[in-house]
């Protein structure tokens, strides 16, 4: 038998809830391999779906503060 497993989507607790969130669904990176990525707004829109190697590097490198601060 096949389990379908759903995203859990999320935003950041530093979200403002101004409208220029994204969400994430981590939960699907052990099964899928994947970290979906989608625009806040628009939640049945496009999703990105970045490789959980990659995805764990750029959460790294915003840590480290390597594009900049906000």
């Known amino acids: 038998m ?3 497993v759903l995203p859990e989507w999320f935003k950041s607790s530093y979200s403002n809830n101004g409208g220029n969130c994204i969400e994430v669904a981590v939960n ?7 970290v979906p990525v989608r625009d806040s707004k628009y939640v049945s829109g496009p999703v990105l779906n970045v490789l959980k190697g990659s995805f764990a590097a750029f959460v790294a490198g915003v840590k480290a503060g390597e594009f900049g601060s906000v």
Do not use: E, N
């Open 28 to 34: 699907l990176a052990a099964v899928r391999g994947v």
């Open 2 to 4: 096949t389990t379908t």
